[in-house]
C-alpha cells in the first residue's frame, strides 16, 4: 500500500495535513471494493490512478485464486468446454495450451472472445471457463481495465497535477468570470520577468494547459512568440481562456435543466441508486457463498 505513488506524493506535498492514518493509507483498497462490488470492466481513470486499479486487479485474481477453484472445478471445466462443440472445443483448448505454454497474449484473446460467443453454457460455466484458461479458478470478481483518454493527466494551475487537495483547480462549471481570472493569474516561466525578456515553453504551467485545449497552429504561435518575446503572457492566455470557456458553456447548459428540477436529479439518482443496489447485492451474496459464510 505504502508503495501507491500517489500516496507518497500527497505524504511529499501536504505535509502541513496529518496523513499518517489508515483511512489514508487504505483508499485503494475501498476505491477497490466499489470497482469490484459492481464487476466493473473498464474503469475511466486518470494516469496517477493507473496503480490503484492495477491493485484492484490483484485484489480479484488472489480472490480468484483463493476462492474460485471450489470441488471438483477441472471436472466441471472439462464439462463445460464439452458443451461448447468437438470444433470449439478443440480451438478452446489448442488456445489454452499456446497461453499457458507460451505465454500468447493473442492465443488469450481469441479464446477469451470465442467463450463470450458461446450460447449453450451457463453464466457460472462461462465464469469457469474464463478462469482455467488462464490456469487458474472461476472468475468471481472480474479484473477491470483503465481506461485512459488522450489527456490522462490534467495540469493545474501551478503546474503540477489538478486536484482539489493542492488547490489548482478549473470547476467543469465554474463561473466564466472566475476562470478568466484564474487563468490570467497563472503564474509563467519565471526567466520572463519583462514584456521583452524571452522565455521558454516547456517551463511554462500555461503553455501544459496549451498542449490540451489548443490546435497546432495557436501552440506554434504560442512557442514562437514566447520565445522570442514577440507576445507577452497575458496575450498568450487569452485563446486558451477562450478555449476553455468554449468546452464549459455546453456543459453549464446542460447543467440548467438539472438545477431548475431537483426531482428530476433525486428521481434519477434514486434510479441509480437501486440498479446498483441490485449489482452489488448479487456480487455480495456469489463471494459469501465461494468464501462459505452462506447461512441461507
Known amino acids: 500500500?505504502?508503495?501507491?505513488?500517489?500516496?507518497?506524493?500527497?505524504?511529499?506535498?501536504?505535509?502541513?495535513?496529518?496523513?499518517?492514518?489508515?483511512?489514508f493509507l487504505g483508499y485503494p483498497v475501498l476505491q477497490s471494493s466499489d470497482i469490484l462490488i459492481y464487476r466493473a470492466g473498464g474503469v475511466p481513470v486518470g494516469a496517477d490512478q493507473v496503480p490503484h486499479v492495477e491493485l484492484t486487479r490483484e485484489v480479484a485474481r488472489r480472490f480468484n485464486h483463493i476462492y474460485g477453484r471450489d470441488s471438483g472445478f477441472e471436472e466441471l471445466a472439462e464439462a463445460a468446454i464439452k458443451k461448447m462443440g468437438r470444433k470449439n472445443a478443440k480451438l478452446y483448448n489448442n488456445l489454452r495450451k499456446a497461453y499457458l505454454e507460451q505465454g500468447n497474449q493473442e492465443s488469450l484473446e481469441t479464446a477469451r472472445a470465442l467463450i463470450s460467443e458461446q450460447q449453450n453454457?451457463?453464466?457460472?460455466?462461462?465464469?469457469?471457463?474464463?478462469?482455467?484458461?488462464?490456469?487458474?479458478?472461476?472468475?468471481?470478481?472480474?479484473?477491470?481495465?483503465?481506461?485512459?483518454?488522450?489527456?490522462?493527466?490534467m495540469p493545474g494551475l501551478d503546474g503540477e497535477k489538478m486536484s482539489k487537495s493542492y488547490g489548482n483547480i478549473i470547476s467543469l462549471r465554474e463561473d466564466p468570470v472566475s476562470v478568466e481570472k484564474k487563468i490570467k493569474t497563472m503564474t509563467t516561466d519565471?526567466?520572463?520577468?519583462?514584456?521583452?525578456?524571452?522565455?521558454?515553453?516547456?517551463?511554462?504551467?500555461?503553455?501544459?494547459?496549451?498542449?490540451?485545449?489548443?490546435?497546432?497552429?495557436?501552440?506554434?504561435?504560442?512557442?514562437?512568440?514566447?520565445?522570442?518575446?514577440?507576445?507577452?503572457?497575458?496575450?498568450?492566455?487569452g485563446p486558451l481562456i477562450d478555449s476553455v470557456l468554449a468546452e464549459q458553456q455546453p456543459m453549464r447548459e446542460r447543467a440548467a435543466q438539472y438545477e431548475d428540477n431537483p426531482d428530476l436529479v433525486r428521481n434519477i439518482v434514486a434510479e441509480g441508486c437501486e440498479n446498483a443496489r441490485t449489482i452489488a447485492r448479487s456480487t455480495l451474496e456469489e463471494v459469501r457463498e465461494s468464501m462459505g459464510l452462506s447461512y441461507r
Do not use: N
Open 1 to 23: 500500500m505504502e508503495r501507491v505513488p500517489s500516496y507518497k506524493d500527497q505524504q511529499a506535498k501536504l505535509k502541513e495535513r496529518d496523513l499518517s492514518t489508515y483511512g
Open 121 to 153: 453454457i451457463t453464466l457460472g460455466e462461462r465464469d469457469r471457463l474464463f478462469g482455467y484458461l488462464e490456469g487458474g479458478g472461476r472468475v468471481i470478481l472480474p479484473e477491470p481495465q483503465a481506461l485512459l483518454t488522450e489527456a490522462s493527466v
Open 190 to 237: 519565471p526567466a520572463r520577468v519583462r514584456r521583452t525578456d524571452p522565455g521558454d515553453p516547456a517551463r511554462c504551467p500555461v503553455f501544459k494547459l496549451h498542449e490540451i485545449y489548443s490546435d497546432e497552429d495557436t501552440r506554434e504561435w504560442v512557442c514562437a512568440g514566447c520565445t522570442t518575446a514577440a507576445i507577452g503572457c497575458i496575450e498568450c492566455k
